[in-house]
């Protein structure tokens, strides 16, 4: 894309009451728009990385035998009443509104009610199990405060599977399988060294769930991380007990502040029994499904992305999840970085800044814009058809022929 | 996909609330879930189907140069005050609901204020024009009155594209392009044959605006065709002096329901005036950027394919939306079906029925879920390595050499 026709331009400065550096910089580069506190836009850059997440995690998801589906935001208060869910004094982030004729509706913080609904009409033999169902879908939550820009978002797009199973045995496997999907997603976006599983509380169906922490001080968790054994203990459990239970010692646990960039939970029958989600068993005994539920946010996870991996100079993608890949930079030689341009953009993504700026202006931009790969294209390598190639992480930089580009 | 391991089954009754064909189809077939009157899930076929449309609509829309964004639902009352839209006495259709702190805040039902106000951040200059944007994105309109299924939803997603241009000529250049992309986006669906250019009425900026009408009993709209002439008039604007003015004769034109699968309309300067979306043209005198907006509903586009095209078996998809191209029928030839179903879906979309089922209950599926190419393998092509293509949509059966499938 040529970036003269891109609608977004880089800012010196982000919104005032902006405080959360990956917010500033994702604004600042044009990748978001503020509409209020925890409210933000996808603009031009920004839907790509989020579009590039939500595909590394949609094949992740397949590959555990997903099946993709998408529900609605509206919620049907009869459905969550019946798991007493819907009163505001036991869940208190719903916002919620009316139908014309005074009907409350509420809209979804997360979708187990719904779909566990919904798989009655599809569940009634152990022939039909086990079943996982997963969506991207926006979420609203109504939180009090929203400092930490795209981390805490209240309204914000999520990955939830739900997994439908037969028996705790069946279930216990799948879920030590989303773990590993899990540490997929987050090594394929480029944070999984710095990302920990982590034991936090469980609820009356299992001692514990299970977060995946990803270390920075912009995180709003503390956790008690093992470094060795890359084990860690959020704070809500932390204690002797639990200490002894994961054959931990307190010696070696360093409290650090971290992001929570993944959970998955063991449900048991809460929701099915509420709901009468059941089946037959080979014997024609009635049994109740085993469920489990597996988030991630993407904003989330773009963001944390932002604030484990961006320097001074600005945002700093893995080219896994980058906007583009390449970002071609024209310093007056207009006609070679044209022809270089369009034979580059047929096999590769490419930013192409063709606007009519000084140098250090585009160089800086680039910077900010964070794109893996900086190619610059110059009077300097006209005779010998070279370019300049920087590799945005490491700032190294390398002359090479402009044919051995994207090969 | 193995059709074993679907979730979804097909049922042979919707449910009794539910009256439209649209929606009664799609439940049956496994492609919707009903929640509430005008709110319906997305099952795993159903997806598929808007994912096909989804990319048709994004490929049209971006040869016409547009960019896409996604914007949120959460609304800012203020910004929608500033354009008289705020008050439920000028829009009736709003949802809204509260933050914590008691501000209101609402469901976007369109997004004209919102995405001006982003524009107001970049466009400074005549150099910054002209601009076209787009979104998918989901959008809640409280209707009263929800009986046409997925026609008329109360949630539902949509391409909302806003043009953004220097002046009146300009604009009508692009709006002369969108009337083409709008056209190729029904041809590709498969509806092309069926949907007229319809004039309706314009608001204070132009003299009408123009629906994409799609001929239709179930169709909520009363417009007026000139057959010949591909042109109708709506209903809401046909007296004498439109039919005048368009150059028809009232007695070639013919009354008959339809359905708008896409709207495009002038907006002039409404909303920039209102928000101060301007720019400073080429002698630095300040101008007000001229607008347009540009809509398809994508689940209204879907059930208006399965009302046109159906028949009484069931859903009659076109290859272009279809979910699967292919659907292969094993009956009582497993090894052979399972080593086709193999081969075939290396190359194309395959959904395979290896269920445990009668022939018979197979081939009502198959017709119901309207995939375009049935591949029936039985022992009867089992010596000379033949199958059954069946043209779902003709009914033609023959016979042909299982290596000539997918080539």
Chains 1, 2 share one sequence.
Do not use: C
């Not at 003269?4 to 005032?16: D, G, I, M, N, V």
């Not at 187990?112 to 169902?133: N, V, W």
């Not at 992001?259 to 009468?276: H, K, M, P, Q, Y």
């Amino acid at each position: 894309m040529r970036q003269s026709e891109l609608f977004t331009k880089t800012r010196r400065e982000a919104p005032k009451d902006e405080m959360a550096k990956n917010a500033m910089l994702l604004i600042r580069g044009g990748f978001i728009h503020k509409e209020m506190a925890g409210v933000y836009d996808l603009l031009p850059l920004g839907l790509r990385v989020i579009k590039k997440i939500e595909e590394i995690i949609r094949e992740e998801m397949n590959a555990i035998g997903g099946q993709e589906i998408e529900m609605s935001a509206l919620q049907d208060k009869g459905v969550w009443e019946k798991t007493d869910r819907w009163s505001d004094d036991v869940v208190d982030s719903w916002f919620k509104t009316k139908f014309k004729n005074n009907t409350e509706a509420g809209l979804a913080f997360t979708h187990e009610e719904p779909l566990t609904r919904i798989m009655t009409e599809y569940i009634s033999s152990y022939r039909d199990l086990p079943k996982y169902i997963y969506q991207f879908q926006t979420k609203f939550r109504n939180e009090v405060r929203s400092k930490s820009g795209i981390l805490r978002g209240r309204e914000f797009l999520m990955k939830d599977l739900y997994s439908f199973s037969r028996d705790q045995k069946e279930h216990d496997e799948y879920y030590e399988k989303t773990k590993v999907a899990y540490k997929n997603v987050f090594n394929r976006a480029g944070i999984g060294e710095k990302t920990f599983i982590t034991f936090a509380s469980g609820g009356s169906f299992s001692k514990y769930s299970h977060e995946f922490q990803t270390l920075t001080d912009a995180g709003e968790d503390v956790i008690y991380l093992d470094e060795q054994k890359k084990i860690s203990i959020n704070k809500e459990v932390y204690n002797d007990e639990v200490i002894r239970d994961l054959s931990l010692e307190k010696s070696d646990l360093k409290e650090v502040k971290a992001i929570e960039v993944g959970n998955i939970f063991s449900l048991g029958t809460r929701f099915s029994d509420a709901l009468d989600l059941a089946y037959k068993d080979e014997k024609g005994e009635k049994k109740s499904v085993v469920m489990g539920s597996y988030g991630i946010g993407l904003g989330r996870l773009m963001g944390t992305v932002v604030e484990v991996l961006s320097d001074e100079k600005g945002i700093v993608w893995p080219e896994s999840v980058a906007p583009f890949k390449y970002h071609l930079i024209d310093i007056n030689s207009k006609e070679r970085s044209d022809e270089l341009y369009e034979k580059l953009s047929k096999n590769h993504e490419v930013l192409y800044d063709d606007r009519d700026l000084r140098a250090g202006e585009k160089f800086a931009d680039a910077d900010l814009v964070g794109i893996p790969y900086q190619v610059i294209v110059s009077e300097r390598g006209e005779k010998d058809g070279t370019v300049e190639l920087k590799d945005r992480k490491t700032g190294e930089t390398k002359i090479i022929s402009e044919n051995n580009l994207g090969v």
